[in-house]
C-alpha cells in the first residue's frame, strides 16, 4: 500500500501541481496621528518560502538566510518531530504501539537567480493508514535514503522553469511528509501513489492556469519510463487541478519502494477552496494495472476512489482537520485480479479526524483513525489472522519547526 505494490501500464498526462496557500503579508502599521504625514510603512517581514510545501493546518517559518559567497543568499529551515500511535487488530509483525522520529530534516535552498536548488535531508517516516508501522531507520534504508528530495532548478524566464533531481511526484492531494498535511498520517488513496521519483520536470504558468510535465522513474524505480503532469486553474479561492501519470513500459523491478503499482496509470480530479479559516478538498482518484503476463499480471485490476479533506482554523493557534475516504478495487473474491487493497473486489472507507495546536515553531497534534473493510478476502486485513475488519488508530505527533521567526520592527 502507496500501497508497497503499484502497477503497469501506459498513460499521458496531464494535469496539476500541488497548490500551496498564499499567505498574507503584515498589515500597514500606520504612523503618530499626531503628526502631519503618516510615518513610512515598514517593510514587509520575511515570508515562508513554497518549498517545502506544507497544506496546512501548520504553517512554516520564514528561512533563515545565510550569504554563501559565490553562490549567493542560501535559506535554511528545518523540522524536528516525534510520532507515537496505538492500534487496535494488529496484523503479524507489528505492534499494537510503537514510536518513531516523523521528521528530523534539514530544507536547503537558493531561491533566486537563474540557477536555482533545493535539498530536503535527514531522517522521516511514512505513517499511513492500514499499512505496518516502519519506523524511520527501516523507512529510509527501504525508502529514499538520507537525502529523500533535491533538486536543481533552473529559471528560464518569468514563468518557466525546469528541475531535474528526486522531485515531489505530482500526483495525488496529499504530499509525502507527515508535516506538509493536515493529517497526521496518510490516507488510503496515498497509499496507491507514487511519492519522490527521479527525473525532469518543466513548470509553465499562463495567468490562472499552471501546468507541469514531467519523464521520469515513477515509483523510485530507476527505470525511466513513466510520465506524468498537472494541470491547474485557480480562480480566486477556487483551484480545480487535473493529475495523470503512467508507466509507457513495463517493471518487473520491485522494493518496497517500487510496488507492482509502478506498472500502473493513475488519474486525478482535486478541487481545492481556501479562503479565510476554511479549506475544503475533494478529490476522486482512478488507477489501473493493466495485464501483462510476462511480469506475471494475469488480469488488468483498477481501483476508485474518492475523498474529502478539510481544515477549520480557531484562534490562538488552533485547528481541527478531517479526511473522510472510499476507495474499492476491481474483481472478485478468489480470482486472479492483483491484490491492491483487501484483495480482489474489496472496498474501504476511512474517517480521520485531528485537532492541531501550533505557536510560533512549536506544534502539537493528535489523529484518530478508524479504517473499514468490506468485501474483503479472509486473510487479507486486520488482526493475528487477518480476519477482522477493522482498524482503529490513535496517534500523536510533537515538533518544532525552524526558522526565522524574528519580527521586524518598524
Not at 172 to 184: K, L, P, Q, R
Not at 364 to 373: E, N
Request: proline fraction near 8%.
Amino acid at each position: 500500500m502507496k500501497f508497497y505494490s503499484k502497477i503497469s501500464a501506459a498513460a499521458v498526462c496531464l494535469g496539476l501541481a500541488s497548490v500551496g496557500f498564499a499567505q498574507n503579508a503584515p498589515a500597514a502599521q500606520t504612523g503618530d496621528t499626531t503628526a502631519a504625514t503618516p510615518a513610512a510603512t515598514p517593510p514587509p517581514g520575511p515570508m515562508p518560502l513554497p518549498t517545502p510545501s506544507i497544506m496546512g493546518p501548520l504553517s512554516g517559518l520564514p528561512p533563515a538566510m545565510f550569504d554563501a559567497g559565490p553562490f549567493g543568499k542560501i535559506a535554511v529551515n528545518g523540522i524536528i518531530s516525534g510520532l507515537g500511535y496505538a492500534q487496535t487488530n494488529t496484523v503479524p509483525g507489528d505492534s499494537d504501539h510503537n514510536a518513531t522520529i516523523s521528521n528530523g530534516m534539514a530544507f536547503i535552498q537558493k531561491t533566486d537567480g537563474w540557477f536555482q536548488f533545493y535539498i530536503q535531508a535527514g531522517a522521516y517516516s511514512f505513517p499511513s493508514l492500514a499499512t505496518p508501522f516502519l519506523p524511520a531507520d527501516k523507512t529510509m534504508t527501504d525508502f529514499f535514503g538520507p537525502v529523500p528530495i533535491g533538486f536543481l532548478k533552473l529559471q528560464a524566464g518569468k514563468n518557466t522553469s525546469f528541475e531535474i533531481g528526486s522531485l515531489p511526484t505530482l500526483i495525488g492531494a496529499e504530499y509525502g511528509f507527515s508535516f506538509e498535511n493536515m493529517n497526521i498520517e496518510r490516507g488510503l488513496l496515498w497509499n496507491q501513489e507514487p511519492i519522490v521519483s527521479k527525473g525532469i520536470q518543466v513548470n509553465q504558468t499562463m495567468g490562472k492556469f499552471t501546468a507541469s510535465a514531467s519523464w521520469n522513474d515513477g515509483f523510485y524505480s530507476n527505470r525511466y519510463t513513466w510520465a506524468s503532469g498537472s494541470l491547474a486553474y485557480v480562480n480566486g479561492p477556487h483551484t480545480l487541478t487535473f493529475v495523470a501519470g503512467g508507466n509507457f513500459g513495463k517493471t518487473k523491478f520491485q522494493t518496497l519502494a517500487t510496488p507492482v503499482l509502478n506498472n500502473s496509470t493513475i488519474y486525478n480530479v482535486i478541487y481545492m477552496y481556501s479562503k479565510g479559516p476554511w479549506m475544503v478538498m475533494p478529490y476522486y482518484q482512478y488507477t489501473n494495472v493493466p495485464r501483462n503476463d510476462s511480469l506475471g499480471i494475469p488480469k488488468s485490476t483498477s481501483t476508485n476512489g474518492g475523498a474529502i479533506l478539510l481544515s477549520h482554523a480557531f484562534k490562538k493557534g488552533f485547528s481541527l482537520a478531517g479526511r473522510w475516504e472510499y476507495l474499492g478495487q476491481s474483481g472478485n473474491l478468489g480470482d486472479v485480479s492483483q491484490n491492491l487493497l483487501f484483495g480482489p473486489g474489496s472496498r474501504a472507507m476511512s474517517v480521520t479526524v485531528t485537532p492541531t495546536f501550533q505557536y510560533g515553531g512549536f506544534f502539537a497534534r493528535g489523529d484518530l483513525a478508524f479504517v473499514h473493510a468490506m468485501d474483503r478476502t479472509p486473510g487479507a486485513v486486520f488482526g493475528s489472522n487477518g480476519l477482522n475488519d477493522s482498524q482503529f488508530r490513535a496517534a500523536g505527533e510533537i515538533g518544532f519547526i525552524f526558522g526565522n521567526n524574528i519580527e521586524k520592527k518598524p
